[in-house]
């Protein structure tokens, strides 16, 4: 029976990385997926690691044994099955170790340019609401004391964190619904789709999707070139794609080569990588070392990307400070001036 959970990038760099590792050392299959399930202290990846065991008793075939576990993605295991066809499966396996380190460093970064920003949000969001529903309730008593009123602005807000709080209701519904978007937007390949095509519209994250999607198709190519049909690898990495117009480009790439051009010569018609790189692959293609080539502008795409993410954090955090600062002001401002107003009057 199939595993119905499909591994991480972090998960499948690790098993490709061992498997790699074992191959080096003269352990081949039966006994290096034993070795790991004895070292393993998941109770998930024991039972996909004993599944993988068995169907290798059974069969023997280490790509049906991949295949049937359900926890890897269909390009793996056309690699995979490659590999095995072309004798290459240590090669294989060390550069789908290599591809998806690279694409979990990816995804971790991407993670923490937002986590970050959503904390503070949610840290402003939650200051606001104890200031219009348990502060400026407290000033409106002090100001009734006193004979006198809060202004409209004030008075608003607290009719507003009023409702708020009578409204638990709502808070649960808004909270379940954002929960929802998070896990629809994270983890759906349809939400993870059409979070995509949203950035991809906004100038300030779009530069952030290209180069994400160049690294993917640099490490994707190095990772096919050379051991599959030219046609077929580029139908393998333009599935690794998810950014539409990096895909529009890799099908213009592919007419290119159906035409007759030099793989550099298509990929520098096709506008996939700036100019630099594009230089860069050329050279590759014609050392006859394409594949150290294209990991080198992965890297560097990489680079970008760390960078651009840096950027991120470094212009949204003092943004997010200094707009909760200006929101907490003004609020407090509201009431504060007033009352300083009526006290240095009865003063």
């Known amino acids: 029976m199939a595993n119905s959970k499909r591994l991480s990038n972090a998960e499948l760099a690790t098993f490709f990385g061992q498997m790699a590792m074992l191959l080096d050392g003269g352990i081949y299959y039966r006994e290096g997926i034993d070795i790991m399930l004895n070292d393993t202290k998941s109770a998930s990846a024991k039972a996909m690691?004993?599944?993988?065991?068995?169907?290798?008793?059974?069969?023997?075939?280490?790509?049906?044994?991949?295949?049937n576990s359900g926890a890897f993605p269909e390009h793996v295991i056309r690699m995979v099955r490659l590999g095995l066809r072309a004798?290459?499966?240590?090669?294989?396996?060390?550069?789908?170790?290599?591809?998806?380190?690279?694409?979990?460093?990816?995804?971790?970064?991407?993670?923490?340019?937002?986590?970050?920003?959503m904390i503070m949000i949610f840290m402003m969001l939650l200051v606001i609401i104890v200031l219009i529903t348990k502060?400026?309730?407290?000033f409106n008593q002090v100001f009734e004391q006193l004979?006198?009123?809060?202004?409209?602005?004030?008075?608003?807000?607290?009719?507003?964190?009023n409702r708020l709080s009578s409204s638990?209701?709502?808070?649960?519904?808004?909270?379940?619904?954002?929960?929802a978007a998070y896990i629809f937007f994270s983890k759906v390949p349809a939400g993870k789709k059409t979070l995509a095509r949203i950035l991809d519209a906004i100038p300030a994250t779009r530069k952030f999707n290209d180069a994400v999607a160049c690294s993917r198709f640099a490490s994707?190519?190095?990772?096919?070139?050379?051991?599959?049909?030219?046609?077929?690898?580029?139908?393998?990495?333009?599935?690794?794609i998810d950014n539409d117009r990096m895909s529009a480009k890799i099908a213009k790439c592919k007419e290119y080569l159906l035409e007759g051009k030099e793989y550099s010569e298509a990929l520098k018609?096709?506008?996939?990588?700036?100019?630099?790189?594009?230089?860069m692959a050329s050279i590759g293609f014609k050392s006859g070392?394409?594949?150290?080539?294209?990991?080198?502008?992965?890297?560097?795409?990489?680079?970008?990307?760390?960078?651009?993410?840096?950027?991120?954090?470094?212009?949204?955090?003092?943004?997010?400070?200094?707009?909760?600062?200006?929101?907490?002001?003004?609020?407090?401002?509201?009431?504060?001036?007033?009352?300083m107003g009526i006290m240095s009057s009865i003063g």
């Open 135 to 138: 502060v400026l309730p407290i």
């Open 289 to 339: 070392n394409p594949q150290e080539a294209m990991n080198r502008i992965a890297d560097e795409y990489d680079h970008e990307v760390d960078k651009r993410i840096h950027d991120i954090i470094a212009v949204l955090e003092p943004t997010l400070v200094i707009i909760l600062s200006l929101i907490v002001g003004m609020i407090l401002l509201s009431v504060i001036l007033p009352l």
């Open 87 to 117: 004798g290459d499966d240590k090669a294989i396996c060390r550069s789908l170790a290599d591809y998806y380190s690279r694409q979990e460093s990816i995804s971790e970064g991407i993670k923490n340019a937002v986590t970050y920003p």
């Open 269 to 279: 018609e096709a506008e996939i990588f700036s100019s630099v790189q594009s230089r």
């Open 220 to 240: 994707g190519v190095a990772m096919v070139y050379g051991r599959m049909d030219t046609y077929e690898g580029f139908d393998l990495v333009a599935g690794l």
């Open 147 to 161: 004979g006198s009123k809060m202004n409209a602005f004030s008075t608003s807000l607290m009719n507003f964190g």
């Open 49 to 67: 690691l004993e599944q993988i065991l068995n169907e290798l008793n059974e069969h023997g075939q280490f790509d049906v044994a991949l295949e």
């Open 168 to 179: 638990s209701v709502v808070l649960v519904i808004l909270l379940v619904v954002i929960i």
